[in-house]
């Protein structure tokens, strides 16, 4: 399986900005999208962003714009730089990882989540 490590959260003042890293380990597959959600208190958890292995970005309307995703696909790690934060942004983010290859097809894999804090 895949294992997921987030770091990068924190406390940070509206307008300013924050980079998280997440770092796949164990049974890593050539084909895969990595990406991020959230979670704020009492919502459901919301999709971010993504990045497909071979390069296409996907993001969330609500943060089009000011975060932008990134992948080190020899280190097997993607970024989530994010610009212009918001209170609305306070939630924890987690890392997710989707394979596209071999036997684990479609497995979806979940970090353990970074805390971020947007002051106002």
């Known amino acids: 399986q895949v294992q997921l490590v987030e770091s990068g959260g924190g406390l940070v003042q509206a307008g300013g900005s924050l980079r998280l890293s997440c770092a796949a380990s164990?049974?890593?597959?050539?084909?895969?999208?990595m990406g991020w959600y959230r979670q704020a208190p009492g919502k459901q958890r919301a999709f971010v962003a993504r990045m497909a292995s071979g390069g296409s970005r996907n993001y969330a309307d609500s943060v089009r714009g000011r975060f932008t995703i990134s992948r080190d696909n020899a280190n097997n790690t993607v970024y989530l730089q994010m610009n212009s934060l918001k209170p609305e942004d306070t939630a924890i983010y987690y890392c997710n990882y989707r394979n596209y290859d071999g036997r684990y097809y479609g497995r979806d894999y979940w970090g353990q989540g970074t805390q971020v804090t947007v002051s106002s």
């Open positions: 164990g049974g890593i597959f050539s084909i895969n999208d």
